[in-house]
């Protein structure tokens, strides 16, 4: 890992170590993945969390570095939630969130983002603590969502990639910046696709059968 954080390439100025460099092609990689619903996503999110733990543990944000190992424990509850529900057709059942989840997510994200921002500047564990702890939330919160294959996920997406883009700029990791961008038009997608296949035909009658079988709420396919 050391040798990644200490050698790189130039870029915009700035040396760009191996594990940002290749940390964030794979954290891109995932989006593709997600789209597909592939249990790729989820091996491939640890390797990219392994590697930008070290990044922004060296950059000094706390809140980010820390994220990862929380990303890395949903990623793999997530590895685990897909391999069991996973069609061998259609792949991973996707389904849009009830009010009450979606409630649930704001208001997790809420009270989550002050809980965090808060402890990490009592610690002095970031030189930005807000929108350290938004990025955070944000992104413990969309990952939780994708494992229970929520569209959702990708909205709460959006919001961290508005938050994170000013934030890797001040901090100087300006090819993470771009691929907050580059995540952002990818999510966009992600979100239209995984909207289109929640709402395909056979999903209402699948998710009726499944309810007077199981007595449970399901996913959709």
């Known amino acids: 890992m050391h040798t990644l954080l200490d050698n790189g390439i130039p870029f915009l100025g700035q040396t760009m170590s191996y594990a940002e460099l290749i940390g964030q092609v794979f954290a891109i990689a995932v989006v593709f ?3 597909a619903r592939t249990l790729w996503t989820w091996p491939v999110q640890l390797v990219s969390v392994a590697l930008l733990f070290g990044v922004y543990a060296s950059a000094q944000l706390g809140g980010l570095a820390v994220r990862q190992v929380i990303v890395g ?10 391999a069991r529900r996973r069609d061998p057709v259609l792949g991973v059942p ?4 009830t009010t009450r989840e979606r409630l649930a997510a704001v208001a997790g994200f809420v009270v989550g983002t002050v809980v965090f921002a808060l402890a990490l500047d009592a ?7 807000w929108p350290d702890a938004a990025i955070f939330v944000g992104t413990a919160l969309a990952f939780l969502l994708q494992s229970l294959g929520l569209v959702e996920f990708w909205v709460v ?5 508005a938050i994170g883009v000013p934030l890797q700029i001040s901090s100087h ?9 580059v995540f952002g038009a990818l999510v966009l997608n992600g979100l239209w696709t995984w909207y289109r296949a929640a709402a395909q035909p056979g ?3 699948a998710r009726q059968a499944s309810m007077t079988s ?8």
């Open 33 to 35: 993945l997600a789209r």
């Open 73 to 82: 424990l949903i990623a793999v509850y997530g590895w685990w939630a897909w």
């Open 94 to 97: 996707v389904r849009t969130g």
């Open 123 to 129: 610690f002095d564990a970031s030189w930005a603590p």
């Open 157 to 161: 997406w959006l919001v961290v990639d």
């Open 173 to 181: 990791l300006y090819f993470s910046a771009l691929v907050y961008v």
């Open 203 to 205: 999903v209402t009658t």
């Open 214 to 221: 199981t007595g449970r709420i399901p996913t959709d396919s």
